[in-house]
Each structure stands twice: as C-alpha cells, then as structure tokens.
C-alpha cells in the first residue's frame, strides 16, 4: 500500500489570514493557548503564541498585601528618600496629614536697596 496523502511539493494554498497565495509546504498552523489550530498562514502573517493568551493557565503567586504595615515614617523632610517636597492647588506643600514638617516651598524673596544719586 502506497501513501494515502500525495508530495504536495508544488501544490498550492491560500494563507488563511492574508488570502495570497503561497505553496502550501509553506504555511504554518496558528499555535493558540498552546494549542496546534487549523488556521494555516504565510510566514508574513505568523506569529508565536502570545504568553497572554495562557492567562489563568498557570498559577501565579503574587501577593500584594502586606501583613501588619508600619506607617511611613520616611516621610519626614530630614529623610534621604523624601527629602524633596512636592505639591499643588495650592501650589506649596500640602500637609494633609497635619504633620510637623515645615513648608519648603512656601517662596521667600526681598528686595535690596537701590540708591539712586541725582548730580
Ligand atoms: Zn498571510
């Protein structure tokens, strides 16, 4: 007994997404959450199953909460990391909180003395 299916060495298909013709030994099946579809695309038009499209196939421990947190005490201006105030409507430093730090952006400025000789 022979083979049932023929070489298919010259014969020829449509790209099932694109629809131009190409050989048909060409075309790739589509790979969908891992699965071997029927679709059968030129190799301008396949792509690699996506890795979001396994969501919820495998499970992912990222918890977000965190247990008994601690207030950020970091806060205060003295601190390396906040030391820099930032804030706006009203621009100046919007203390929410009430807490005792004080307002670096409130403007300071003067003005000198100008004196103006007449001869
Ligand atoms: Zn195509």
Known sequence: MGNK???GKIAIA????????????????????TKITNI??????WEPDHPQNMQGMYPVYDP?????????LL??????SRGIQWGWNPVGFNNVLQ?????NLE??????NVTVTTS
């Open 40 to 45: 059968m695309v030129c190799p301008q038009c």
């Open 14 to 33: 449509d790209c099932d997404r694109c629809g131009q013709q190409f050989q048909l030994k060409k075309l790739k099946a589509l790979v969908i959450r």
């Open 107 to 112: 403007a300071q400025g003067g003005v000198g």
């Open 64 to 72: 977000q909460a965190l247990r008994d947190p601690r207030p950020d």
């Open 75 to 80: 806060m205060y201006p003295n601190s390396p």
């Open 99 to 103: 807490l005792p730090i004080p307002d």
């Open 5 to 7: 299916f023929t070489s």
